[in-house]
């Protein structure tokens, strides 16, 4: 349950960043027709990187865990 958390959540932080962090009507032309593929390509982008930056937490986190049990 908490991979699936972890996922969701930090799918939503990218998202939200990617959306805001950028001007978008600077980048695209006709801003008004591809907001849809604009909107998917975003999302399939914070997809990605949301899932790679989880997994890379979850790592670190089952690292540490086996690292404090093989000291004690």
Known sequence: MVPLASHLVF????????????DWEKITKNVIVNTG?????????????GFL????FI???????????SIS
């Open 11 to 22: 799918i939503g932080l990218t998202y939200q960043m990617v959306n805001t962090l950028f």
């Open 37 to 49: 593929k604009l909107r998917l390509f975003l999302l399939f982008i914070s997809i990605a990187i």
């Open 53 to 56: 930056v989880s997994s890379f």
């Open 59 to 69: 790592y670190v986190l089952t690292l540490c865990q086996s690292l404090a049990s």
